[in-house]
């Protein structure tokens, strides 16, 4: 962690077109990617996306096919993991179980030969950090998931990386315990201002703890962004569908004046506000909604695309509105949206679809569903 | 960075060993093709008279009964051990199964030499089994086990039992307990289940076990020369005593050589039987 | 769920069977531990007097005191020799691929399908053309040979369970491959290695047949000296021999079963 002012401005980490296959099975097409220092980058994607594979190349365990990868300005293609001064915190933790908590934590400043006074009081502020001052002389098996965790991050940290990396560290928790680590973990990282990869599956994860999120699929960072933009802003059909819910629609692109698309959807004409990048060229295409900004409109209303109410699964403080509509996209041609649960309505109900203004993605129609 | 750090170094001394191994190969192979010089040690020049002796009917009459041994070593242990691996896997206390365990691999523990006299003293003409039978007048005169096939079939099934019994029970155990559930509720009987179910599944567990047994008693030495007492004349026996009776180190190589040709070819033949069973189970 | 009478008929008939096998296997050594305690030079069932004198002349007899040294000293050296090479090999072989993998595993595994006979043959015919003496070292190559397999196989197995993470945990704090092979493979392999040396240890302990081979007056193990004994005499000296030989070994055996279960050794858990 060095702190000269010039190194600020210089990513943390760089890849520069790295890439990697497995007996010839392509597991990353080559990727380019600035990691900013102090950032907390996610590496979202189904399994089998590339995403493991990428962090494994970060902290040096694969060794890139092509490519090379720079911490620091550093480069560190050819270094092997020992020599890289990161951190990481496995998905099972890996703690040494021959060893007790504090064994595990002084064992990077062991290896660095950092002097035994400075050590114990680095691995006890280090404990300190992750309020587990009380369980130096434990065995990790006889520590709960969550303080196991916590022992992990601390032996990641204690070193001062100059990359923090996680393998998706909170798959092995309870539902309540994951919510209060995610919490505990973000707030380390934003006070130590430690750049930090994480990689998960889980677009909740992601979407609530990063400043940026790459999204992956087959080998290929699909978008990158803040959560915002991924949540609202998806470029492409993968992101679309990966990242929250959407309902789908077939309908046909007629024309593109500068930021203003206009469509038909099974017959009824709608003037949309696209954000997107590139739109496909006229004809059949596909519109990606999210649910939240679908409304319901008076069936007949003007600009609304007709329905009828299908089911109605009462959430609590909402109702899920499960509507057959013949314009939908997808094989049941169903549309799901929210409403107050007051609002719910009986099967067989006719109503409209409103859709918003702006926001609907609109990619060229596929013949075969997009997949990861 | 090394790429593949210790490989040398944690590699050298098995290269060493498998040296070894293949130097003593080879010099049983050279052998097997020298001619026997009698009264010296030295072997004479290079022929193929070995093998043509090998022919005699001394020779062939040993290939014959190490085989019949074999074959009925196998089945028996079969028999024995099929009942013995399926209590100890379904045995429903932990220490029961243990003890299963621990009893059946006694044998393999004993070591030969006492497994072999234990045995001698058991099948006497005025051991164990012949002194009990006689004092409840079932019998006479004593059974002769001794220097007879019985008697060394018996004490090589004793010998093949532990392999076996735990060849069948890594088989039984993983055989997944919910197909003969469902079995039994389809209503089949506990026989139907076990005759249809469990007994099909473990069968490539049968043939590698059966493959090992055979591959065991065909090494065995001990037995059959003091069981068997000279009178049950198998390779092994054979080996030792043309090497060390008469010192003929060639023929005793060839006869070696043509014996292990003869284990490589059975026990491809059974692995080959394996292979198409596991085809058949994938499908 | 209700039994019906086959049910109860099957249980039983189970049961008698499997006490009737059981018997079968411990029959021999239950004989002659019995047999072992019998006053007279001849054997009888049941022993008319009983009497120790056996075990006496069994420490009067020098061939076993030298035989168990021996065979002590071989299986100590040997698993130790087959312990190292073997666990090498296990590690290279779960590790890297090279050139010759296939055909350096197939030779150190032939041992398992060459008869031991073969494998005594062998090397007595090695020695004899290198014009090597027939030391202990001739005996510890040929039980090397022999347990090596089961070393290799065990190690193997331990290494396959091994959790990498824990390695690459290591290595992304600092450590270089050695530290990582000293204070994070070795460690938690230990177990496992120790159980591979005893097992190796008493796997040679009790190999006769390759031994018989390649040993002579001076090396004989102590398997070679009991067959010996049988040959020249028939009292029941050797049966003592027996029971004093079983006691070593299960001790062995039951330090094996405290460092490892026996169940996991052998994959039928």
Redesign the interface.
Known sequence: MSTEPAARDHPAVQIDGVSKSFSGAVALEPVWLKIRRGEFLTLLGPSGCGKTTLLNLI???LEADRGELFINRDLVT???????????V?Q?Y?????MNVAQNVA??LR??KVPKAEAEQRVREALALVKLEDFADRRPRQLSGGQQQRV?LA??LV?RPRVL?LDEPFSALDRNLRTAMQVELKEIQSRLGLTTVFVTHDQGEALSMSDRIAVMSRGRIRQIGSPTEIYDQPQNEFVSTFVGDANLFDARLVGVDGARASLTVGGTPVMLDTYQDALPAPGPVTLFVRPEHCTLAQAGAPGAIPASVALSVYQGSYAELHLDCPSAGGADRRVMLRVPSRQALPPGTAVAIALPASGPAIYAKQTTKATA | MSKRPFLGWFAAPSVLIAFGIAASFLAIVQYSLRAHVPGSLEPGGFTLDNFTTLWKLVYGQAFVNTVMLCVWTALFTLLIGYPLAYAMIRAKSASLRSAILLISLTPLFLGEIVRTYSWMIVLGNRGFVNATLMQLGLIDRPISFMFTKMGVVIALVHFTLPIVVVMLAAALSHIDRNLERAATSLGAGRIRVFLTVTLPLSIPGIVAATSTAFAWTFSAFATPQMIGGGQVQTISTLVYQVGFASFNFPLAASLSLLGLLFTIAVLALFNTGIRKLERIGAH | MRKTPLDHLLDWSGRILLAVILGFVLLPFCVVAIASFNDSAILNFPPKSWSLRWYANVFEYRDFAEGLVNSLKIAAFGAVIALIAGAGFAYVLNRYEFSLKGVLNGILMSPLVIPNFTIGLGLLILSAAASLPRSMWLVVTVHVIIVMPFVVRSVYVSLQNFERRYEQAAESLGAGPGHVLVTITLPLLTPGLISGGLFAAILSFNEFTASLFVVNQRTQTLPVAMYNYVREYADPTLAAVSVIYVLVVAAMLLIVHKFFRLEKVLNVD
């Open positions: 902290a040096g365990f050819q270094v092997p993991p020992h020599q890289r001064e990161i951190g990481i496995f099972n890996a703690l040494f179980p021959h064992y990077g290896t660095r992990a032996r990641a070193i990396l």
